[in-house]
Each structure stands twice: as structure tokens, then as C-alpha cells.
């Protein structure tokens, strides 16, 4: 059994459970302070934000002490992982899909200012991987983190929560964009290590590595359930179909279920991608990982994606292109959400350092109950 993995004494686990507690007391005190203050200036925008926005990280941050206090073990994490990808998160993403005309669900505009802008942020994080020493693997899955959000888990519900059932539809897009052209290209990337990184014959057996991986991962995208649950719910929305009503109730506590085990599943992801990855690199798997490249990482995430992201949508809506202002602030707040924490699990699958992913994760996701707070107030 790797060391890091045993089981932690009561003692332990009881002093995580009070720093979390001491964590969301602290977060709840600071949202306190800020919507006195917003009070006094009659302006209670920040509060409401946070209103919205606290419930959501707090369920993920009760995720990750249940699982660092061993109260959910962590081989139960891959049966939460499963029920909300294969039953809960695809009823919320058919209901909402059924419910969104099909033009805002597939909308040319979303996708013109949204896949330029993952390519870029991909480019850039692997160029700045590259540079700092790192493999095409590390640099190609530290890119995937860098630009992929956590829309599924997180976003929709979230940003349904704060914006409104029109939400969905340009949240939904560019979930598809990321899951179908962003990961692939992550992935053919990752495969580009030749065995020696020299002669051509190695550059041309990596080349074929990357196509043949790119093959894989749109393979494995159509083994996924939500693009399906996401193109079933645009038919049935197309062809105005309503589920008979012992399905649509199904659907309905399923789907109404994807939220809270979604954002718990979360929190026990990250803690379990954390402790790993520490086991790797205390097993000499890996190398620490760099806390400079993981900040400048989470960073970019968190601050440059969705300014880019404002930027070209306001560029491109200047040029004439169809998009109208709650799309430009849905795909702008979705750039803001953290990283994607299924991420993690790609990178373990692919040999990729999963301390380093795991830890751009949990940085995101643990500075995002902030950046995006102040991403929707700003944008309000």
C-alpha cells in the first residue's frame, strides 16, 4: 500500500476537519463584512452574489474533508464519480438542453469566440510548460487544466443559479466545444514525446502517437454521456417532445440530484487527486511539482481566460457577429469557473504528472470562491 494512502489517525483527521471548519468560517465572516460594506453604500451586489455563490463551494469543500478525514473512503469516490456522470449529470443536461432552443444550444456566435480562445490558452500554457523543462505530456495536460472550466459539474447549476434558465444554452455549447475539440487536442499533444526526442523516425513515431490519440479521445468522447444527454435534449427540444410523465419524473429527481452530489463529488476528487499525487512524488514517481508554475497556471485560469474570452466577444460583436449580451456573460462567467477536475483523472490515465494537475484544481477551485464572485458582481 503507497504510504501517503494509509489510513490517517482520528487526530488528523479531526485537525483537517477544523481547519475546513476554521476555512468556511473565515469565508462566511469575510461575505459578512462585504455586504455590510455594501450595505452602508446601498449597493448589496456583492452580497447577493455571494449568497448564490457560497452553498456551491461550501458543498465542495464538504467533499474534500470527507474525504481527507477518510468519513467518505476513497474507494467510494469512483461510485459518486460514476452516478453523477453516467445517471444525474446527463438527466440535468437533457432537461436543461429539452428546454433551450435549439439556436441558443448550438450557437454559431458561442462557438466562434470560444474555440479560438481555448486553442490560445492551450498554446500558451504549453509554451510556457515547454519552457520551464517540462515533457509534451505534462505540458500538454497542465494545458487542458489551464483551459478547461468546470462546466459540467459546477457551471450549469451555478451559473443557472445566478443568471437564469438562458444560461444554460451558452454554457452547454461550450461544455461540448471543451469536451470534443479542446481535450483531443490536449491529448494528441500529450503524445508527442518521442522515445528519444531526436531523430526523425522517433518525431515520426510521435506524430502517429499523437493521431492515434486524438483518435482515442474522441473514441472515449463517444462513450461519454453527456454530449449524447446534450443532443438528445437539443432534439427533443427541436422536435418538441416531452418525456411521458413516469420518465419526466425519473429524469426530474435525477437530474435534481446532479447538483449537490456533483459539487460534493468535487471536493472528494480533489482530495483524492491531491493525496496521490503527494504518494507519487513520495514514491519518486515524480518530481515535486513547481508552485511557480502551478500559480502562474491557475492564474491564467482564473484571471486571463476570461478576459481573453471578453475580449474577443466584444471584438467579434463589434465586427457584427450574433451575440447577445446574456450569452457574452454566460461565456465570459464560464471562462471564470476553476478547472475541470475530471482533468485529474485524464492525466493518471495518460502517465501525466497528477500531483501538478491536482493541484492547479484545487488552487482554482479554492480561489475562484473569490475571482468568480468578483467576475459576477463586476459583470452585474
Known sequence: MIPALEAQPLRHARGTFARGLQFALGALALARLAGLACTRRDNRQVLDVLQVTFPFFALVLCGYLAA????????AIGGLNAFVLYFALPCMLFRFGSA???????????AAVWLPCGLIMVAGAVRASRAGGLGWNDAAFGALVTAFPNSGFMGVPLLVALLGAD???PVIA??????VVITSVCIALSRLDAPDGRTSGAHTHALGGAWAAARRALRGMALNPMPWSILLGGAASWLELVPVRPLAGAIGLLADAASPVALFTIGAVLARAVMLGSAQAQGGDFAPSPWRGVMGLSLAKLLIHPLLVLAAAE?????????SPSALTAVVLAAALPSASNVSLLAERFGADTGRVARIILLTTAAAFLTFSAAV???A
Open 174 to 179: 461550450t461544455m461540448l466545444i471543451d469536451m
Open 167 to 169: 444560461a444554460a444554452g
Open 315 to 323: 471584438c467579434a460583436r463589434a465586427l457584427g457577429l450574433a451575440l
Open 100 to 110: 433551450t432552443p435549439v439556436a441558443r444550444l448550438f450557437d454559431p456566435g458561442v
Open 68 to 75: 481527507r478525514t477518510r468519513l467518505l473512503p476513497l474507494e
Open 377 to 379: 458582481a463586476w459583470r
